[in-house]
């Protein structure tokens, strides 16, 4: 019997969030409101002192609660347009209505630094007995980070000017990126002979056919269009990279690793522990590609061959039976998980329509007054999409069991955040493994699980270190669109360890993390996010039962602590030392083993 009502619906419902779309009169009337609440906050902190006794503190308390739930506001608007934004590349009022957001933010994020600054005046003594009392306490984790953060920074009214001055300027310059990717159209000649002129999406999916035809027909009108394209996304990467830099300079700041580090609370021992454990364990993911190539009759993967799957584990999946197949694996690890997964596509809280026009990617956002989220997705019936949807409920489930705590509690960075996706994911992949019909159904599966680990510990450490040499040259001056092809080219090479016969030039160009303004390196907490989870889920395959409960609370702490804290607090471990991370490998080789195994 379905756990679902009636046919499941592949588009999403926005209107129980602002009815009408772009041209929403509600939308307008909150964005208004937050306008002018904004603009009060500001008035009313730009009058404030510093606290000078506890007895002082108490008067910030409603004027926390009112900022928090200002947040919230904010959060939800800018969720509703950025799925507007998602859904129809082409809808230019919400288009502007993004742009009105990114001001408002510009605004709060100034209100904010007012309020932090109040924060960094206040003296220790008063500061620490704040910080214990029963009101404050839930969120003194967050409040401690600002104000660290706050003396860090610039005076007040200057980080308020680089504020103002990026809506126009270097969010503006991630903005234009979108106009451009929605211009690039990759022309594709179907099998009857007719061109149809793919949107970068839609060409995105044909990268990753099961037919290597199809995909090395796709890739060279793939890369010829992003050449078109790459003198408008060299001076944007450009422009976003010289803006960081020359804040970082005026900020004292010398390690370009410094605030994504700081944004996602762990410490560069961490980090370089992480990759080390990576590094040392490259050569079996080098045997998995060699293995691989012979099975597709290549010497040498390509690159659309990377990605690509080895054969069908099955015919087209049917959406219903994704949903199916995720609410019955969630369940046998939480059934709080299953449920949450089952209201999700019974509400139509999930977009996954195959048409043109939608941005490409998959995404899942938050809606904090509703107390919903939104997935973003194109759905085409593969494995690979399945484990997208299953992905994107992980994150969607994480801000669920976090919904009752206070907004300033919720704020977690985006390597954790990539934690319950990622877990959701394997429980789905482990059992789709454990269930094949015969062994080669069995390798098609596998090849998928390991593809995950090719992902994050090749193809996104190539991002790392490019972006990483592309800061350090870019100190220097301006790259031109030739230099970056071979920076990035480079970065492949090393991180893929000469595995492959051919690499992706313009990846740079084409791919949308380099562009986005609010996260810096948006590639390592995706692998961290990978490699803790798979930790995670190794201590959960030794625990059994009961674990659940543990990972939910694990989850509802993510907003309040370091990743090094949460580790220690949760699962006992050290992050900063190999151990932990060489778990979580062994997970990831077993996979390899198993495959070669079944190769051999």
């Given at each position: 019997m379905s756990r679902f009502v009636g046919t499941l619906q592949q588009t999403w419902d926005l209107?129980?969030?602002?009815?009408?779309g772009s041209a929403s009169t509600a939308l307008r009337d909150h964005l208004d409101a937050l306008e002018r609440d904004i603009a009060a906050y500001q008035a009313k902190l730009q009058e404030l002192q510093a606290p000078s006794t506890v007895e002082e503190?108490?008067?910030?308390?409603?004027?926390?609660?009112?900022l928090q739930a200002v947040d919230s506001r904010l959060s939800e608007a800018g969720s509703f347009i950025g799925c507007l934004t998602a859904q129809d590349q082409h809808d230019k009022k919400a288009l502007q209505l993004d742009a009105r957001v990114t001001s408002l933010n510009a605004a709060y994020n100034n209100v904010m630094t007012l309020f932090w600054n109040l924060l960094r005046l206040t003296s220790d003594e008063v500061w620490e007995a704040w910080m214990q009392r029963e009101e404050i306490a839930p969120i003194s984790f967050l409040l401690r980070e600002k104000r660290e953060q706050a003396r860090e920074k610039l005076a007040p009214e200057l980080e308020n000017l680089v504020s103002d001055l990026a809506v126009?300027?270097?969010?503006?310059?991630?903005?234009?990126?979108?106009?451009?990717?929605?211009?690039?159209g990759v022309p594709f000649e179907e099998e009857g002979g007719e061109v149809q002129m793919l949107s970068v999406g839609q060409a995105?999916?044909?990268?990753?056919?099961?037919?290597?035809?199809?995909?090395?027909?796709v890739f060279p009108k793939w890369e010829e269009a992003w050449t078109k394209a790459e003198d408008y996304c060299a001076d944007t990467l450009n422009r976003l990279a010289g803006f960081r830099l020359k804040l970082y300079e005026k900020r004292g700041w010398d390690d370009i690793l410094k605030e994504p580090l700081d944004m996602n609370r762990m410490s560069k021992a961490t980090l370089d522990a992480m990759w080390q454990v990576i590094v040392e364990n490259k050569p079996k993911f080098v045997a998995y590609l060699e293995r691989k190539a012979k099975l597709l009759g290549v010497e040498k993967l390509s690159w659309t061959d990377v990605d690509a799957p080895l054969g069908q584990a099955s015919g087209k999946i049917s959406y219903e039976q994704a949903a199916e197949d995720i609410v019955e694996q969630f369940g046998k690890f939480s059934p709080k998980l299953a449920e949450f997964a089952t209201m999700a596509f019974n509400k139509r809280w999930i977009e996954a329509e195959d048409r043109p026009g939608k941005r490409p990617g998959g995404f899942c956002t938050s809606l904090p007054l509703s107390k919903q989220t939104r997935i973003f997705m194109t759905y085409g019936g593969n494995v690979s999409n399945v484990y997208t949807l299953a992905h994107e409920l992980g994150h969607a489930y994480h801000q669920y069991v976090m919904e009752e705590l206070p907004r300033f509690s919720q704020d977690y960075a985006m390597n954790v955040a990539e934690t319950a996706s990622t877990f959701a994911e394997m429980i789905l992949a482990d059992a789709f493994v454990k269930h094949a019909e015969d062994d080669q159904q069995k390798i098609v599966l596998l090849a998928d699980k390991v593809q995950n680990s090719i992902a994050f510990f090749m193809n996104i450490h190539a991002r790392f270190l490019?972006?990483?040499?592309?800061?350090?040259?870019?100190?220097?001056?301006?790259?031109?669109?030739?230099?970056?092809?071979?920076l990035m080219e480079e970065a492949q090479?090393?991180?893929?360890?000469?595995?492959?016969?051919?690499?992706?030039?313009?990846?740079?160009?084409s791919k949308?993390?380099?562009?986005?303004?609010?996260?810096?390196?948006?590639n390592f907490p995706y692998t961290f996010g990978?490699?803790?989870?798979?930790?995670?889920?190794?201590?959960?395959?030794?625990?059994?039962q009961g674990f659940a409960a543990k990972y939910d609370a694990l989850l509802q702490d993510t907003g309040r602590m370091t990743v090094e804290e949460l580790a220690a607090k949760h699962l006992g471990v050290d992050l900063t030392k190999p151990d932990f991370w060489r778990d979580a490998m062994a997970v990831c080789v077993a996979d390899v083993d198993a495959f070669l195994e079944l190769t051999k």
């Open positions: 209107e129980t969030i602002f009815s009408g503190t108490k008067a910030l308390d409603n004027l926390i609660e009112d126009d300027g270097y969010h503006g310059w991630g903005q234009h990126y979108d106009t451009i990717v929605a211009k690039v995105a999916n044909k990268l990753d056919h099961p037919d290597r035809n199809v995909r090395e027909r490019f972006e990483t040499r592309f800061y350090e040259k870019r100190r220097q001056g301006y790259l031109d669109a030739a230099e970056l092809c071979e090479r090393e991180a893929f360890q000469g595995a492959l016969g051919s690499y992706h030039p313009h990846f740079w160009a949308l993390h380099f562009y986005i303004t609010d996260v810096p390196f948006y990978y490699m803790f989870s798979t930790g995670i889920y190794a201590q959960a395959l030794r625990e059994g």
